[in-house]
């Protein structure tokens, strides 16, 4: 995220699509895919950081994702 805001400043970055884990209160972890489409302002010297974001949980897809590789690895091993 870093290096995407320094990019922003840079006017080089105005879009962002990641995958991030997050670590919940409760010492849980889900996953968050992070779309951001549009910066809208940036000032950080003003204490001003206007964006637009959309997030979606993705935690049961890389669930799945885990499982699949696993099972695909037990098929190699098996093979």
Same mark, same amino acid.
């Given at each position: 995220?870093? $290096?995407?805001?320094?990019? *922003? *400043?840079?006017? %080089?970055?105005?879009? &962002? @699509? /990641? $995958?991030?884990? !997050? /670590?919940?209160? $409760?010492?849980?972890?889900?996953?968050? /895919?992070?779309? &951001? @489409?549009?910066? /809208?302002?940036?000032?950080?010297?003003?204490?001003? !950081?206007?964006?637009? @974001?959309?997030?979606?949980? !993705?935690?049961?897809?890389?669930?799945?994702?885990?499982? &699949? !590789?696993?099972?695909?690895?037990?098929? %190699?091993?098996?093979?």
């Amino acid at each position: 995220m870093l $290096d995407f805001l320094a990019k *922003v *400043v840079k006017g %080089e970055s105005t879009k &962002l @699509c /990641r $995958d991030v884990r !997050i /670590r919940r209160a $409760d010492g849980s972890y889900t996953w968050t /895919r992070v779309k &951001l @489409c549009l910066v /809208r302002n940036y000032r950080p010297q003003d204490n001003v !950081i206007e964006m637009l @974001c959309i997030n979606f949980d !993705i935690t049961q897809l890389k669930e799945t994702e885990q499982m &699949l !590789i696993k099972a695909k690895e037990k098929a %190699e091993e098996a093979d």
